[in-house]
């Protein structure tokens, strides 16, 4: 760097959540008076560095530099002190106050101790001038806002803090067009004015447009530095794969050509602007992936699916059979015999107070039961059956699920729908933070169940599964089908080309090249 | 170890029985021993066996009621309209005797009808038109209690309980054992039969403990709600046919005083108040203790003031005590 000393600089950062690494060894050097991009797979550490650098969690270990001088913070309100500031991609702004109660919502004017609202209201304007959004009225609801004009007020909020690094995450994802280059012109005047902008998004162009550095995260480190400009899209998305292959996938069974009507079929699903006519079909012995960056869609339209979601358009068909699911009971019922293996066992799979029998029975209760009344020894039977299939380690089944370890509670929450013998399963990133020796035993089960002539959709937010267990992926962008992949097509290359919606041959020509 | 080995088996049938004695239920029986104890300093009729049969029967009229509450606090809802589903039991099923030997016929199950449709009212609401349990069910206590001073005009309705019901709540069918503490026992038996042996209960915890992860697998969510305060009326109103039989005639505001004791026994009891844990037994218990607290309270003479301040006192610790268990145990 040719400054002495970075406005910023962290080095060797880890964290851990439980098992799993989120940072390893990361490493990042922020100078003021630039924009710097940040890329990086889903999962790839991202969020948990914006989080460190912001306050919102404490590094295991490492060290962060404020103009060379070591800092760490104990509280997002110990950040904005030292002038990091974040907009976070979940909105946080609440809904039933005004916009300048949400501007200096932190920390308000005070007058004889009450909130002096002719400065507040001052301060508001001034903010949300500099967000180039001076066209919010500082008295109104947030809640009557466009999601757009939210952002911008959001941006606003940030900037009222007098932030020296801003950090963007994602910040333009709820943004129109002509809002996205409005935020820009603003981000660039901010860069002139010496501030040091983080700006994390998957648009690739939008990097290529705006930052001046760009750095690229994989597995929870750093794997290069570089200035706009000098890499290829084709070269950076070979930096964020960069993995080699593990062989953990059993074989895939090549696709028996039938006559029979697929399982399941969908045509021109809509809900609310999440899901965009949605057209497909999957056929017995199938494993369909779902692809694409994290929050396109995947998880509403296995919902959809499920008969979760309220007023989906549309139309589903079983086995060729237009069928109307409009709940989870009718979706697992015997002429439909679905399965839906849910995002967070902790909250939407499992009971986790509860037994391990009682979890394990609970999505099957009239299979075991007879006018109501439980069979004991039915149920008992369909459970070790079970236990044994799946190979749940529990030290015996009346003992609470959430005492089983974050693998052994999701092998229950599969179990518990393999009781109700499905014929169509879906699944939503069902290894998300269980450890690689049941991620193995999940995707053999897989297979198996495919090639017993379950029909399975699978979301997953790990290319390489998408890639080791599916027959075909479908790319979804923005909440329609980007883009089909079969067989060899399905590559990571392809999977991230499609997910950042960038055409794969044009790739070589989108140059990253500075605006 | 997908296998569980015999030793293994023996090693998890002790930490069953372990486990299943709740250290809640077992405070709470161990309270009960230490207020008779406390009582029999007062008076050395507190261990005889006339007054334990004699509490035991005042018991019944609470663990009647306190049973439908415990239902509906499983579930992780609260219902606050059982003052009034009480009285309106109470008060209907005597108005049904007014009407000739077929409306005494009728008048037990009358009552308890009427208590169904109050809380089918209250589940409607809270399963169907997501309204906070709390409101819903404060709002039909309301009208339950508009309804009957219209029909009783303000005044001590005239109409008296019919015999079957005065022999339920003060009849001997054993001799020695009060009809009540019969009735509480098939009540009692019923309950646990629902909880522990059929789908309903299985769904009545899931949904206490997790209505989301019971949604998505495939419970009605709604329809055990409905059916689950229904349940707690007719109860409710079948406390108040009790009462009624008891004291041979239903009164104004007769089950104000049922709220908070029916709460707090289950809540005693060791049912945990956001819903998805508990056992009968722990009710069971809290009812005893809650009516021995009541008795202990006026043998010292203590004022109905005093006494409400103290159920509330007890149930905060109570609360305090139970509310730190670990979510996950």
Not at chain 2, 128 to 136: E, F, G, K, T, W
Request: with cysteine.
């Amino acid at each position: 760097m040719s400054r002495a000393v970075p406005l910023f600089r962290m080095e060797g950062v880890s964290k851990r959540y439980g098992g799993v690494r989120a940072l390893d060894g990361a490493e990042l050097t922020v100078n003021a008076g630039q924009i710097h991009g940040i890329l990086g797979e889903n999962g790839a550490g991202k969020s948990t560095l914006i989080k460190i650098m912001s306050g919102v969690v404490e590094p295991d270990a490492g060290r962060m530099m404020l103009d060379g001088k070591e800092i760490s913070f104990a509280s997002p309100a110990a950040a904005n002190d030292a002038g990091i500031v974040c907009v976070f991609q979940e909105l946080s702004l609440i809904p039933h106050l005004s916009v300048a109660d949400n501007i200096v919502i932190s920390n308000p004017p005070k007058r004889f101790g009450m909130i002096d609202r002719r400065k507040q209201r001052a301060i508001a304007k001034e903010a949300l001038a500099r967000a180039g959004a001076a066209d919010i009225h500082p008295q109104a609801l947030v809640k009557d806002l466009p999601l757009s004009r939210r952002q911008m007020v959001e941006i606003a909020k940030a900037l009222a803090r007098k932030p020296r690094i801003l950090i963007l995450d994602e910040a333009t994802s709820a943004l129109t067009a002509s809002d996205v280059s409005k935020v820009f012109s603003v981000l660039k005047r901010l860069r002139e004015e010496g501030l040091a902008l983080l700006y994390i998004s998957h648009r690739m162009h939008e990097i290529a447009e705006l930052a001046d550095m760009c750095t690229v995260f994989r597995n929870g480190s750093n794997v290069a530095s570089f200035a706009t400009g000098t890499k290829s899209g084709n070269e950076i998305v070979e930096m964020m794969i960069g993995r080699e292959y593990s062989n953990v996938f059993p074989a895939k069974t090549p696709p028996v050509l039938s006559e029979k009507p697929p399982v399941v079929e969908c045509r021109h699903l809509a809900w609310t602007d999440q899901l965009r006519d949605i057209s497909f079909s999957v056929r017995a012995g199938e494993v369909i992936g779902l692809g694409g960056l994290d929050g396109q869609g995947q998880r509403e339209l296995l919902l959809a699916l499920f008969g979760v979601l309220r007023g989906v358009s549309g139309q589903v068909l079983i086995e060729g059979q237009p069928v109307g699911i409009g709940s989870p009971r009718q979706a697992k019922r015997g002429e439909i015999g679905m399965a839906l293996i849910p995002e967070d066992r902790k909250t939407e799979g499992l009971l986790l107070p509860m037994s391990v029998r009682d979890n394990l029975s609970f999505a099957a209760l009239d299979r075991v039961s007879r006018g109501g009344i439980i069979d004991g020894t039915a149920e008992k039977s369909h459970i070790d059956e079970m236990i044994r299939l799946l190979a749940i380690k529990t030290a015996g089944t009346d003992i609470p699920a959430g005492a089983l370890s974050g693998g052994n509670q999701q092998k229950i929450v599969i179990a518990k729908w393999l009781m109700n013998r499905p014929r169509i399963i879906l699944l939503n990133d069902p290894t998300r933070g269980i450890d690689v020796g049941t991620k193995q035993e999940i995707y053999q089960l897989l297979r198996k169940l495919a090639d017993e002539g379950a029909a399975i959709v699978f979301y997953s937010t790990d290319y390489d599964e998408l890639i080791g267990c599916c027959d075909r992926v479908l790319v979804m962008y923005d909440g329609g089908i980007h883009r089909e992949l079969a067989g060899e097509e399905i590559t990571e290359h392809a999977l991230i080309a499609s997910a950042l919606n960038v055409e794969e041959a044009s790739v070589d020509r989108t140059r990253v090249a500075g605006a | 170890m997908s296998e569980i080995s015999s030793s293994g088996r023996q090693r998890s049938n002790r930490q069953a029985l372990w486990r299943r004695i709740d250290p809640a239920v077992a405070t709470a029986f161990g309270c009960i021993v230490l207020l008779l104890l406390v009582g029999s300093i007062y008076s050395p009729n507190f261990l005889h066996l006339d007054y334990l049969l004699l509490q035991l029967k005042v018991a019944s009229f609470l663990g009647v009621i306190a049973t439908g509450a415990m239902l509906v606090i499983l579930l992780g809802q609260i219902d606050l309209s059982s003052p009034w589903t009480i009285t309106t039991g109470a008060m209907m099923a005597c108005a049904a005797a007014a009407y000739g030997p077929v409306g005494v016929a009728l008048a037990i199950p009358f009552g308890i009808l009427c208590g169904v449709a109050i809380g089918i009212v209250n589940g409607i609401g809270v399963a169907y038109l997501r309204i906070p349990a709390m409101i819903v069910t404060l709002a039909t206590n309301a009208v339950a209690q508009g309804l009957m001073v219209v029909y009783t005009g303000g005044f001590s309705p005239q109409d008296e309980a019919t015999e079957a019901m005065r022999y339920i709540a003060t009849g001997f069918l054993i001799p020695g054992v009060p009809n009540a503490v019969l009735v509480w026992a098939v009540v009692g038996a019923g309950a646990v039969f629902l909880l522990t042996r059929t789908t309903f209960g299985r769904a009545v915890y899931g949904i206490g403990n997790s209505e989301r992860a019971a949604y998505l697998s495939g419970i009605d969510t709604r329809h055990i709600l409905v059916i689950a305060f229904a349940i707690a009326g007719g109860l409710a109103a079948f406390g108040g046919v009790l009462l009624a039989g008891y004291s041979s005639k239903a009164a104004q505001s007769m089950g104000d005083v049922y709220l908070l004791p029916a709460i707090a026994a289950v809540v005693l009891g060791g049912t945990s108040i956001l819903g998805g844990r508990g056992s009968y037994l722990g009710t069971v218990a809290g009812a005893i203790l809650i009516t021995l607290l009541q008795s202990i309270l006026s043998v010292m003479q203590i004022p109905e003031a005093g006494r409400q301040v103290i159920y509330g006192v007890v149930i905060v610790i109570m609360l305090l005590l139970y509310g730190r268990a670990p979510a996950s145990r």
